[in-house]
């Protein structure tokens, strides 16, 4: 126990400060550090390492939906962004502007993208002649810049990475299919790869995104009992084809703005990650984003024979297709068993002299610290698909559990002040006034966060009001 005191005291206690745990340990870990401008990140090695893989994993859903990637210009007309009023008054507060450049003014001012409908809707409408042109189905892989006020790496920051998709379809019913369908591919994709649940559903017309008709979203719940939200998709209906006057030549004859959808995640996922599986050793990444998956430590390396079995062991793992890294440096093996710990590492793997003569290695989960256990070397390689996977769901059921204990029912205000204060979601009645969730806001800092596909009555009135209830909602505090 000495010795792990003294290691755990470079990150705060995860029970009593979350937020000082959150900064230590994406520092620590060497996830990010610091710009030298107020509210930007560098993303070092491990934590690019992270995005790459969500990138992939991704990336690879999209195409299979039948999505193509593209890439648009950083810099957008200042004209553009006023062309939706929503849009505008949405983003005004955040948009950082450019007004010189080549060392004179501009004629026009210039803005750096805090999100890209404009300048993709100003290149649809000379993309988009027919019906034939329709759907039109692109993402982007992107940075944009929002000029945050209060910034905390990954979760808000003044430039970030995301990604995001931006479709046109003919008719409204296809659109509307496409924003449903993104929002499930990003629910199965926090699950299947983040071991991550999440809790989708429909915006408020108060919390929606600027310029959508309708707005979904997946929460996700930390451990502090806070919501992230960690995705969201967008139906805009016509508002922006008819402000940038896409139009179409439909099969009837006559032209038409065709429907229109957007969709996005971003690095913020990674503190999602973070917040959502971490403890109070550091991180715990779940294994199909995880940099490495396996480290492999030498014991007693010096002695005949460790270090080429070493080799040989790495040698077979990432020819499987694992990531895996043999640290044979000469840093002592506990200090190396804390620093895998911290970075999250999920599974160690132990060889020195006498697992050699036994034919084993010894091996350590990093979802349950503490537990060792040996395997034969023999066939190492072709084991671990199956323990990483066991790893995954097991990380999957342990942050379900939790988000299941931590949703409580209620039926007056009273009982939803006391949920969020004991650091829970409310799930709850609401009439749809705004005045409710600017009472929330102002009284509680509490918001609604998405309300679910399944209505099923929890009660007859507004928890906030008294009112006739018309939704079930979900509330909580949020990052």
Aim: aromatic fraction near 10%.
């Amino acid at each position: 126990m000495a010795k792990e005191r003294e290691f755990v005291k470079e990150i705060a206690d995860i029970d009593t400060d979350f937020a000082q745990w959150y900064t230590d340990v994406v520092v620590k870990t060497q996830l990010v550090d610091y710009g030298p401008v107020k509210g930007t990140m560098v993303i070092r090695p491990y934590g690019y390492a992270i995005w790459e893989n969500i990138q992939r994993e991704l990336d690879a859903r999209f195409k299979a939906t039948g999505h193509e990637n593209a890439y648009f210009p950083l810099f957008i007309p200042y004209s553009y962004l006023m062309k939706e009023a929503d849009h505008v008054e949405g983003f005004a507060p955040e948009v950082a502007v450019v007004t010189h450049a080549g060392g004179e003014e501009l004629a026009e001012k210039l803005v750096v993208r805090p999100t890209s409908e404009t300048i993709i809707c100003e290149m649809y409408s000379k993309w988009v002649q027919s019906y034939r042109d329709l759907p039109m189905l692109i993402n982007q892989w992107a940075n944009v810049v929002r000029w945050e006020k209060t910034t905390r790496p990954f979760l808000r920051t003044s430039e970030f990475l995301w990604q995001e998709g931006h479709t046109l379809h003919a008719t409204e019913a296809e659109a509307k299919e496409e924003t449903i369908k993104m929002l499930k591919v990003y629910e199965e994709f926090a699950k299947n790869v983040l071991a991550m649940p999440v809790l989708i559903g429909q915006k408020s017309e108060k919390e929606k995104f600027a310029g959508a008709q309708e707005t979904y979203s997946m929460e996700a719940m930390m451990q502090d009992g806070k919501s992230l939200q960690a995705g969201t998709t967008h139906f805009f209906g016509t508002n922006f084809s008819a402000a940038f006057d896409i139009k179409f030549l439909d099969k009837d004859g006559t032209h038409k703005n065709p429907y229109q959808t957007s969709w996005g995640v971003s690095t913020r996922l990674i503190g999602a990650l973070i917040m959502a599986h971490g403890d109070r050793r550091g991180l715990c990444l779940p294994p199909y984003v995880a940099p490495v998956q396996a480290v492999i430590i030498p014991i007693a390396a010096f002695k005949g024979g460790v270090t080429e079995k070493a080799q040989e062991l790495f040698n077979a793992l990432k020819n499987a297709g694992i990531r895996v890294k043999l640290d044979n440096s000469d840093a002592s093996p506990g200090w190396k068993f804390n620093e895998y710990e911290m970075k999250g590492v999920p599974v160690r793997i132990e060889i020195g002299p006498r697992d050699i003569e036994n034919g084993v290695v010894t091996c350590s989960r990093r979802d349950k610290t503490g537990e060792k256990f040996t395997l034969p070397i023999e066939g190492l390689a072709e084991k671990m698909p199956a323990l990483l996977k066991d790893i995954h769901e097991n990380m999957y059921n342990k942050a379900l559990a939790f988000t299941n204990a931590h949703i409580k029912t209620v039926n007056n205000l009273n009982q939803l002040k006391e949920a969020v204060d004991t650091g829970n979601f409310a799930l709850g009645m609401w009439c749809g006034c705004r005045e409710c969730e600017d009472k929330l806001k102002a009284e509680m800092q509490v918001t609604t966060r998405n309300m679910p596909f399944d209505q099923t009555p929890v009660g007859d009135k507004c928890v906030v009001c008294g009112k006739p209830a018309k939704k079930k909602i979900y509330f909580g505090r949020a990052y």
